[in-house]
């Protein structure tokens, strides 16, 4: 029994994946291996602080030509660009706005306050003039800590990212895959996300979309990163952006390395070993390449990751959805609300009854709708980048989806809004 090797075998042998690698080992693979970075790198460019980016694009430049980036992750980055650019001063808008609206409720409970109490006029204007003192200087410090405004029009001479981009990457992108090629990698990667093989899995959300690739884009990249790395020869270092487990070996809050199955995958086809950093372990790293990082850029982008890893849906992102949903009278508004009412989830069936569909109705691109406005809204910087789907399929096994989820923010934000307009109060969370 067992396989054609007969010969005693050692602890990591069979389990190559399973062995993490020492700090000596990251630091020579930074020094020799072919490293690849994802479009996650490239747009945290744009939110990290000056000094950081800076540093980051150094430790990137200093790699020369061992970096290389696949045509799957510049398609990612023009994609959303855009995006990025627009949300990366929606939170000071939405943290001023919020201030300005607080600043006017205290007021204005001083002056009831005041009334109420006859309290003579210099102590009242006092208390105002003290809340009008800390909402200045709140309103002060967001604004001290937004990035400057870039031209969403402008080209690489109006904006330092471009311009460093358009350097470092100079012959160092990835040819487009032959249609046939890229038509099969597309399918090879829906099927593993369909059995929950990394990478990518966790995308499966996106299987519904207008994305001409689907829920396979992190596969795309992972293949086009493997095809590179056997034609160079040598190992493989990936700096990715992405935090989910369906790249990374995590146990709880740690990230030990890379999926097992990604290990293997690679080492089978190739023989290389599969090395995996964040960016904020790049910066830390870089000793190895002889840089030297400053300390504050490090810590800058670990806010970045706490920033980015988990986006989630806001009250006021939630409420233009279903706006946008009502107004093109689509009648998926009522069904994200039906499923909030029965805790995130809904029934394909319980979906026919809110919308009055017939029975003999197919639900094919059925979260397309929502997935597009979700789009438009994130352009807008009304949502945040990379939030989960407004309407997720739900399947088991092949077949049509049995049911579809919302994401667990958005049904707490309507269930807490439901409550209020039904006199009940907030819920608790």
């Given at each position: 029994?067992?396989?054609?090797?007969?010969?005693?075998?050692g602890?990591?042998?069979?389990?190559?994946g399973?062995?993490?690698?020492?700090e000596?080992?990251?630091?020579?693979?930074?020094?020799?291996?072919?490293v690849?970075?994802?479009?996650?790198?490239?747009?945290?460019?744009?939110?990290?602080?000056?000094?950081?980016?800076?540093?980051l694009?150094?430790?990137l430049?200093?790699?020369?030509?061992?970096?290389?980036?696949?045509?799957?992750?510049?398609?990612?980055?023009?994609?959303?660009?855009?995006v990025?650019?627009?949300?990366?001063?929606?939170?000071?808008?939405q943290?001023?706005?919020?201030?300005?609206?607080?600043?006017?409720?205290?007021?204005?409970?001083?002056?009831?306050?005041?009334?109420?109490t006859?309290?003579?006029?210099?102590?009242?204007?006092?208390?105002?003039?003290?809340?009008?003192?800390?909402?200045?200087?709140?309103?002060?410090?967001?604004?001290?800590?937004?990035?400057p405004?870039?031209?969403?029009?402008g080209?690489?001479?109006?904006?330092?990212?471009?311009?460093?981009?358009?350097?470092?990457?100079?012959?160092?992108?990835?040819?487009?895959?032959a249609?046939?090629e890229?038509?099969?990698?597309?399918?090879?990667?829906r099927?593993?996300?369909?059995?929950?093989?990394?990478?990518?899995?966790?995308?499966?959300?996106k299987v519904?979309?207008?994305?001409?690739?689907?829920?396979?884009?992190?596969?795309?990249?992972?293949?086009?990163?493997?095809?590179?790395?056997?034609?160079?020869?040598?190992?493989?270092?990936?700096?990715?952006?992405?935090?989910?487990?369906?790249?990374?070996?995590?146990h709880?809050?740690d990230?030990?390395?890379?999926?097992q199955?990604?290990?293997?995958e690679?080492?089978?086809?190739?023989?290389?070993?599969?090395?995996?950093?964040?960016?904020?372990?790049?910066?830390?790293?870089?000793?190895?390449?002889?840089?030297?990082?400053?300390?504050e850029?490090?810590?800058?982008?670990?806010?970045?990751?706490?920033?980015?890893?988990?986006?989630t849906?806001?009250?006021?992102?939630v409420?233009?959805?279903l706006?946008?949903?009502?107004?093109?009278?689509?009648?998926?508004?009522?069904?994200?609300?039906?499923?909030?009412?029965?805790?995130?989830?809904?029934?394909?069936e319980?979906?026919?009854?809110?919308?009055?569909y017939?029975?003999?109705?197919?639900?094919?691109?059925?979260?397309?709708?929502?997935?597009?406005?979700?789009?438009d809204l994130?352009?807008?910087?009304?949502?945040?980048?990379?939030?989960?789907?407004?309407?997720?399929?739900?399947?088991?096994?092949?077949?049509?989806?049995?049911?579809?989820r919302?994401?667990?923010?958005?049904?707490?934000?309507?269930?807490?809004?439901?409550?209020?307009?039904?006199g009940?109060g907030?819920?608790?969370?």
């Open positions: 029994m067992g396989g054609t090797d007969s010969h005693p075998r602890l990591y042998d069979d389990f190559r399973y062995r993490v690698p020492s000596a080992e990251l630091g020579s693979a930074l020094q020799s291996a072919t690849v970075v994802d479009a996650n790198v490239l747009l945290n460019l744009y939110r990290y602080n000056e000094a950081t980016r800076d540093d694009l150094g430790v430049r200093r790699l020369d030509d061992r970096l290389w980036v696949p045509h799957q992750v510049v398609r990612e980055f023009w994609r959303n660009r855009l990025v650019l627009t949300s990366r001063g929606s939170g000071s808008e943290a001023l706005s919020a201030f300005a609206k607080q600043q006017r409720a205290t007021v204005d409970a001083i002056h009831q306050w005041a009334k109420s006859a309290a003579v006029a210099r102590e009242r204007d006092a208390w105002i003039q003290r809340v009008e003192d800390l909402y200045a200087e709140l309103a002060e410090t967001v604004e001290a800590h937004t990035p405004a870039v031209r969403v029009a080209g690489a001479m109006d904006e330092p990212v471009l311009q460093a981009l358009e350097t470092l990457l100079d012959g160092r992108v990835g040819p487009a895959p249609e046939s890229w038509q099969k990698a597309v399918a090879d990667g099927a593993r996300a369909g059995r929950r093989e990394p990478p990518g899995y966790l995308d499966s959300d519904d979309t207008d994305l001409p690739e689907g829920s396979a884009g992190d596969y795309l990249v992972w293949r086009q990163a493997i095809d590179e790395v056997s034609r160079r020869g040598g190992d493989l270092l990936m700096v990715t952006g992405d935090e989910k487990e369906d790249w990374w070996w995590r709880r809050s990230f030990i390395g890379p999926r199955e990604l290990v293997a690679l080492a089978g086809e190739c023989g290389a070993q599969l090395f995996m950093m964040r960016p904020t372990d790049l910066l830390r790293r870089a000793g190895a390449l002889k840089l030297q990082v400053r300390t850029s490090v810590d800058d982008a670990e806010r970045v990751s706490r920033e980015t890893s988990r986006p849906w806001s009250l006021a992102g409420d233009a959805l706006e946008r949903l009502e107004t093109e009278g689509w009648e998926h508004a009522l069904v994200i609300r039906a499923a909030a009412e029965r805790g995130g989830r809904i029934d394909r319980a979906i026919y009854d809110v919308c009055g017939d029975d003999d109705r197919m639900l094919r691109g059925f979260t397309r709708p929502a997935a597009r406005i979700t789009r994130q352009e807008d910087g009304l949502v945040a980048p990379d939030v989960e789907a407004p309407l997720t399929p739900i399947y088991a096994g092949a077949g049509a989806a049995v049911a579809f919302i994401p667990v923010e958005m049904a707490t934000i309507l269930a807490g809004v439901d409550g209020e307009a039904d009940d907030p819920v608790e969370q």
